[in-house]
């Protein structure tokens, strides 16, 4: 089954003087449960193909299938809606809020959804504690170090239980060290959760450790 399926996809921006196309035609689909990077130089079109997949941005032309739902379809409103239910979020940098705790950080999605229970916080326990960050829970941002900071985010992406999670050189911002261990606690969430993940990457080893990569070009 395919939670994702990308057809024809093509995006460009008017200048004064010309037409630039940033992504020209771009097809793909991916399965349910199924890691996949993106790959390429950079200005290919990596993050932006991300942000149209997440609904920040609209194509030119072509079909974003998520879950048999074309979301484009929707309105604003219904749009956003749309993507706090079934998409999930990962960034080079956290974006975490400094004010609240790792803990309230990563329920912030199941709030905005109206979907903040008691059950719903006892997942996000789980999940820092899949993230190994149990002994965080109650520790705002400025006293996590980065590697903590970007675990929490991946915590916060998984908290609605999305169809699906768009990260954006999820490790661009990490030693080599924290590296690896983000790139074996999303191999292990992928396996453990079936969950899946479309990453844009630089990382050789993160693109290595996906099931699959797609080379832009």
């Known amino acids: 089954m395919n939670v994702l399926t990308v057809k024809n996809i093509s995006k460009y921006y008017q200048t004064n003087a ?32 991300l942000n149209i997949i997440g609904t920040l941005d609209k194509p030119d032309s072509g079909e974003i299938i998520i879950n048999d739902q074309n979301p484009f379809s929707l309105n604003d409103r219904e ?12 960034f080079q940098f956290h974006h975490l809020l400094p004010e609240f705790t790792a803990l309230e950080n990563v329920l912030i999605p199941a709030r905005i959804s109206g979907l903040l229970t008691s059950e719903m916080e006892a997942y ?31 915590a916060r992406a998984l908290i609605n ?21 983000l790139i074996e606690l999303i191999v ?17 080893q993160l693109a290595d450790a996906t099931d699959r990569i797609i080379e832009m070009i």
């Open 18 to 49: 010309e037409k630039i196309h940033v992504l020209n035609d771009v097809s793909f689909e991916l399965k349910k449960g199924e890691m996949v990077a993106l790959r390429g130089p950079s200005g290919i079109g990596k993050t932006t193909l």
């Open 79 to 90: 749009i956003s809606l749309f993507r706090n239910k079934h998409l999930g979020f990962i």
């Open 161 to 181: 239980k999305p169809d699906l999670v768009l990260a954006d050189e999820p490790t661009g911002n990490l030693d080599p060290h924290n590296s690896e261990k």
């Open 188 to 204: 292990e969430l992928k396996s453990t959760l079936e969950q899946s993940f479309l990453i844009a990457t630089h990382s050789r």
């Open 124 to 154: 996000g326990h789980y999940l820092l504690k899949a993230v190994g960050l149990e002994h965080r829970l109650h520790h705002k941002p400025a006293a996590l170090s980065g590697g903590e900071r970007q675990r929490t985010a991946i």
